[in-house]
């Protein structure tokens, strides 16, 4: 089948790579023509496992090919996917420009029928809004071409993309229309063989589905942040806590990991689009602004150990930080906990010896020219003259580290653990002082 996708970010590279590697013949558009140039010459601007080499083989098997030039690109596809961003409004609500002016794109150049799928997250009712901007664009040109609005949201995990979308869950499809129902079907056939995971819905429903899903796991981990700061008050280990209520099958044990809060390109930004839709249509979510507040000053609390630990003296000591991104698989440090710990410790007079496996070109792009701040080769380069640790990112290289280095190289043998990776007992035993989160009564340093 042949498919439009508008917009190379993290979803519209990853489907576009996907839907070639089954076969469909797919052709990707972005108006970004530096970006569009790297790609066609095999480079891929984001890091995600696996994605470089099916987008390499795809484009050498001739079902996958990039353009800047939106008219071929509307006339490629039957399918037009729309993947394009949705950055928050200074208000916190989607900004929807660049949906629509793709939406306005088709109809301006469509001579056939097409299904316009929304893959975008957008708020509930941007079904409505395309299909009024594709026909008042047909209306302009006098023609009464037929087409239909899908929405198909993405549910795929940054650093796990491909399987997430060769292996999904769910494939969501909100529309009104049986012959758009027909033609999606036919498209993630070869995902949906061994069983049917394709639940169709009407258009609003299925926008709903994708923040709602996401709103719900960042309740999960904000609570849990809660309990997490209460086990420090009152002594218990948020650890014993977690696998205790975890199995309770009605509970799960899936994103009840307590940390220094959740970041990335979603959940921050999908929590407040949701609670601006929800205030213009007039309701208040209380739930939703604490999840937001929880999480907002979570991303505080390894700081407030740290400046207490040293009495509110930080000017001039050096804290190594391991792990930058927002999770670890990926080099995104959009709303990353670190960026919220380095910006604290600079504020305090502190210097930042920093460490990611993957995100030190973005960590050099975002704070290049920042004061205080040293990027280190290795997670031992960092320890180097560094008083204290803090990791802010469990990347697998961080979880059996040598614990008798740390010890020695620290000026002090003190970690601030953002991420629980470790047993307290264990670095006990290798002589360090422990901090990480809601583990027991030492942990906490309020008033
Ligand atoms: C998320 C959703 O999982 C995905 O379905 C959606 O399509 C996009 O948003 P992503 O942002 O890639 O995906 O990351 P995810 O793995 O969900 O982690 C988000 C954040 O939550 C990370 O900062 C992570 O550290 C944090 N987290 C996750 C916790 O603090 N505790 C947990 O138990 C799980």
Not at 101 to 108: E, H, T
Request: proline share 4%; aromatic share 8%.
């Amino acid at each position: 089948m042949k498919i439009t996708i508008f917009g190379t970010g993290y979803v519209g590279l990853v489907t576009g790579a996907c839907l070639a590697d089954v076969g469909h013949h797919v052709l990707c558009m972005d108006v970004d023509q530096g970006k569009i140039e790297k790609l066609k010459n095999g480079h891929i601007p984001i890091y995600e496992p696996g994605l470089e080499s099916i987008v390499r083989h795809t484009v050498e098997a001739g079902r996958l090919a990039f353009t800047t030039d939106t008219k071929e690109a509307v006339a490629h596809g039957t399918l037009q996917f729309i993947a394009v961003g949705t950055p928050p409004d200074e208000d916190g609500s989607a900004d929807l420009q660049y949906v629509t002016a793709v939406a306005r794109s088709i109809g301006q150049y469509m001579d056939d029928y097409k299904v316009v799928v929304d893959k975008s997250t957008v708020p509930v009712g941007t079904g409505d809004r395309v299909k009024a901007a594709v026909r008042s664009e047909l209306d302009k040109r006098g023609l009464e071409l037929e087409f239909d609005v899908v929405s198909n949201p993405e549910f795929l995990k940054e650093g796990a993309a491909i399987n997430d979308f060769m292996k999904p869950d769910r494939i969501i499809v909100g529309t009104d229309s049986e012959r758009a129902m027909e033609l999606l079907h036919e498209v993630y056939y070869p995902f949906n063989r061994s069983h049917d995971r394709m639940i169709f819905m009407d258009i609003r429903s299925a926008e709903l589905t994708k923040y709602a899903a996401n709103s719900m796991l960042a309740t999960k981990i904000s609570f849990m942040n809660e309990i997490a700061n209460l086990a420090e008050r009152l002594g218990a280990d948020i650890e014993n806590v977690r696998r205790g209520i975890g199995s309770d099958p009605r509970i799960g044990y899936h994103f009840i990991y307590p940390g220094c809060g959740y970041g990335g390109s979603c959940f921050p930004k999908d929590v407040q689009a949701l609670t601006r839709t929800a205030r213009d249509c007039d309701y208040d979510s209380r739930l939703l602004n604490a999840v937001e507040a929880v999480n907002n000053a979570q991303k505080h609390v390894l700081f407030d150990k740290i400046s207490h630990y040293f009495n509110g003296e930080l000017k001039g000591k050096v804290v190594a930080i391991w792990g930058l991104a927002f999770k670890p698989n990926t080099d995104d440090m959009r709303e990353a906990s670190s960026c919220a710990l380095m910006q604290d410790l600079w504020n305090a007079g502190a210097i930042v010896q920093a460490f990611d496996p993957e995100a030190m070109e973005e960590t050099q792009r975002i704070f290049g020219d920042q004061p205080g701040l040293t990027l280190c080769g290795t997670k031992e380069q960092a320890l180097k003259g560094a008083d204290v640790l803090a990791i802010c990112t469990e990347w697998k290289e961080f979880r059996s580290p040598d614990f008798e280095t740390i010890a020695a190289t620290l000026k002090e043998p003190v970690v601030f653990d953002g991420r629980n990776l470790y047993e307290p007992e264990m670095l006990e035993r290798h002589g360090m002082i422990y901090y990480a989160i809601g583990r027991g009564r030492n942990q906490f340093h309020g008033g």
